[in-house]
């Protein structure tokens, strides 16, 4: 019985162990190309208010670790004006910029508390 015991113990601190080392934890991803473990750690790495994450299916994505969805909200204007984007309004999870008679709408997700994904199609950068 001890032995059982102590095996069973042994499977659940590995299955633990493994779930925490592979953030497992944490939601799904809208992202294919990279995974919720690769995103702790890039986020761990950087000391930046706004990162990108990934390019994919004609969309760049970023993440920004803040709570305030207002400030969020600054940190995506404040980028996308550097690019000469004129922001227009915001509109549910969306917010919408205008750039030569060209639009742009950008949307966010909040992906745990403290984490918000941001969604932008990739002719924002021309």
């Known amino acids: 019985m001890k032995r059982l015991l102590i095996t069973f113990g042994l ?4 299955a633990g162990a493994f779930v925490f080392y592979n ?10 190309t990279i995974s919720k473990k690769e995103v702790i750690e890039k986020l761990n790495k950087s000391d930046e208010k706004i990162l990108k994450l990934t390019s994919e299916n004609g969309k760049e994505w970023y993440i920004v670790n803040e709570q305030n969805q207002s400030i969020v909200d600054e940190i ?5 004006s550097q690019k000469e984007w004129v922001f227009k309004r915001k509109d549910g999870s969306g917010l919408f910029f205008e750039k030569q008679g060209e639009d742009l709408i950008i949307t966010t997700q909040k992906w745990t508390g403290d984490y918000s994904l941001i969604n932008i199609p990739m002719k924002f950068d021309e």
Not at 11 to 14: K, P, S, Y
Not at 23 to 32: D, R, S
Not at 76 to 80: E, K
């Open 11 to 14: 499977i659940v601190v590995l």
């Open 23 to 32: 953030k497992l934890y944490y939601p799904t991803l809208p992202i294919e």
């Open 76 to 80: 995506i204007i404040d980028m996308l």
